[in-house]
């Protein structure tokens, strides 16, 4: 594999983009894939991997993002602690997860989903919460019976089916992920980064990108993790249902990357 130097890798990104039109090497069409945009990219820089090919001691990763969206930007899967529990499989889902709306349909009967977006700073509707302790060296994810909003009907319902099943104490055992795991699994994989940005058209149903702009990342800082962590800028999407657990993901809302690395390049891949 060629090694670029990074003005070189710009370059050869600068030439896809005022190609124009390339057409997705994923299906995205009725299914949600939110790597298309880096994977395409990947495809015509002839890379077979996620790192760049730069020759520098901090490995680089690329990430894509379609324009004109609030989607959160996934940084990395990680499960929660104690890991040997099976939070998600074995607490999450059986114990406080909800009727699939798919059940009975593509999914058997009793197909549970337990999806949740959790920040910091609120509770969710359904009382799940991210609780940064510094103290214990731990981000915690809980649950408050007192704060699910009882005026859903829907969640009032799954509230007592909650309490006829396992009761509205806290979690037990508690989800967490300790600081020091964070740290190396975050920081080792971002540490930096090629984030473009694509504008998405669909025709003869498929999805093509046009490649615009590139952010270049560099100097991820640990302590910037947490405070946007704090603030509720990154937050942690669970997104499983019984018969399959899509990952547990820590994601960044848009327009944030200053807060997480040290020195932001932006590049019009136009000009």
Known sequence: MKLYTKSELVEEIRKIAQRGWHRSIKNT???????A????????LGLDENN???PNTQEWELKGQREHTNSL????????????AKIVSSLLIPLYGWEHKEAGKKYPPDEKSFRSTTSATTFTKRGFRLILDRKEGKLRFVF???????????IKRWLESVKDRVG????????YWGLKDLEYHIGSKVKN??????????EDNHEFFKYK????????SFDGLLKCIEEGVVLVDFDARTGHNHGTKFRIRQDHWNKLYKKVEKIDLME
């Open 73 to 84: 930007i996934t940084l990395k899967h990680i499960e929660p602690s104690p890991q040997a």
């Open 168 to 175: 509205l104490g806290p979690l037990n055992p508690e989800p």
């Open 52 to 54: 760049l090919p730069l």
């Open 144 to 154: 408050d019976a007192s704060k699910v909003d009882e005026s859903d009907p829907t």
């Open 37 to 44: 945009v880096g994977n395409t990219l990947e495809f015509l």
């Open 29 to 35: 069409i009725n299914t949600r894939n939110d790597g």
């Open 193 to 202: 980064c090629f984030y473009v940005i694509a504008a998405s058209k669909i």
């Open 213 to 220: 702009r590139l952010i270049i990342l560099s100097d991820f």
